[in-house]
């Protein structure tokens, strides 16, 4: 189970950090991504991943130099720390494993930036 938070109503340029806790699975060995679905948007656009151990992470293009991606395998928890936001990147936000995605999601949270 996927149990996202840390969403709300900024304005650009302000920052927002999102938390995920993972349960009912092994955490540790998984790779996890943040994943968005922006509004009119039929499919979810993978953000960022992480490996297993914290140590590799990778970017869509428009987010690189403003998110920053982390996890505590102690706490099973993936974060996503988003600065200098922009309209575009208003979405519902949500976490999964990497590659390949659990077919349950969960069920996200809104953020949403206004200029």
């Known amino acids: 189970h996927f149990v996202e938070s840390g969403g709300g109503l900024v304005q650009a340029g302000e920052s927002l950090r999102l938390s995920c806790a993972v349960s009912g699975m092994a955490f540790i060995p998984e790779y996890m991504a943040w994943y968005r679905q922006g509004p009119g948007k039929q499919r979810r656009e993978l953000v960022a991943h992480i490996s297993s151990g914290g140590d590799l992470t990778n970017y869509v293009e428009s987010v690189k130099g403003r998110f920053f991606i982390s996890r505590d395998n102690d706490r099973s928890e993936l974060f996503l720390r988003m600065h200098s936001l922009k309209p575009e990147d208003s979405a519902i936000y949500y976490c999964?494993?990497?590659?390949?995605?659990?077919?349950?999601w969960g069920p996200g949270t809104q953020v949403t930036v206004s200029s």
């Open positions: 999964n494993t990497y590659p390949r995605t659990r077919d349950v």
